[in-house]
């Protein structure tokens, strides 16, 4: 499959269409930014360990009964995927207290929830993807109460997955961002990325942080993390 007319250009993809009306080619860039675009930079490498790694999971994730948006790995960086209309929500799963979290009720980081939390944020950069509630996602006719059911039990379901499949490799998913999409027939199905730009990753025993945060914190070693996630969640640095 062969990408015809560039359809998108977001911050970290860029989407094309194909001949096939149904399916889309994600490529991702190595562009990095934070708090919404004020600050930009570039994470060399991250394209291909985002494509590789989003895959590896959403994979994991059809075998677990998740449907997604998944349909084939293309070359290091571009991906065949079904395409969708998003729906508007940035899906917000935490298991232990950190960034937007910790600051907006004024706790500490690190705090292990006894039950993971869901948020909802609008999907909208010149507001700043302010956080709503279901009730206001209904208002605004953003999803249906059937589609905003579904969008929660997928979440925790995927959150059980991912949480166990990163503990057998020594990391602790901290917190996540999760979107979802509607195929053509209305089915509602798991969407964009899930790498070390849309989840924090701890690591067990020392807590570093291996994730975005090294990016948007200044805290360096950036790539190194990159390439550390991928080596533990693929077994490779290809
Ligand atoms: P937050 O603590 O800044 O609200 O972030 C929660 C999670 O969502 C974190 O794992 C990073 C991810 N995230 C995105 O994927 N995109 C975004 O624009 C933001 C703000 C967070
Ligand atoms: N990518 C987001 C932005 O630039 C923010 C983030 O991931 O922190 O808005």
Not at 20 to 29: A, F, G, P, Q
Not at 127 to 143: K, V
Request: glycine residues 6%; proline residues 3%.
């Amino acid at each position: 499959m062969e990408k015809t007319v560039q359809l998108y250009e977001g911050k970290a993809k860029k989407v094309y269409a194909t001949k096939d009306e149904n399916l889309c080619i994600v490529s991702y860039k190595d562009d990095a930014t934070a708090f919404n675009g004020e600050k930009k930079g570039s994470i060399l490498g991250k394209g291909v360990i985002n494509n590789r790694l989003t895959n590896r999971l959403m994979q994991l994730l059809e075998e677990k009964g998740i449907p997604t948006h998944f349909v084939e790995e293309l070359n290091d960086r571009e991906t065949l995927v079904k395409k969708v209309s998003i729906v508007p929500l940035e899906v917000i799963i935490r298991n232990i207290s950190a960034g937007s979290f910790a600051k907006r009720y004024g706790v500490d980081e690190g705090i292990v929830f006894k039950n993971p939390t869901i948020e909802f944020s609008l999907k909208n950069d010149d507001l700043g993807d302010p956080l709503i509630n279901a009730y206001h996602a209904l208002a605004l006719e953003l999803a249906t109460e059937a589609e905003i059911e579904t969008i929660k039990a997928f979440a925790f379901k995927i959150n059980d997955i991912l949480k166990a499949f990163m503990l057998e490799h020594g990391i602790e998913l901290v917190d996540f961002k999760l979107e979802f999409g509607r195929l053509p027939d209305g089915t509602i199905v798991l969407a964009d990325e899930i790498s070390p730009d849309t989840c924090r990753f701890w690591d067990v025993k020392t807590h570093e942080k291996l994730d975005k945060d090294r990016f948007r914190r200044d805290l360096g070693g950036v790539e190194d993390a990159y390439n550390e996630v991928m080596r533990r969640l693929l077994g490779d640095t290809k």
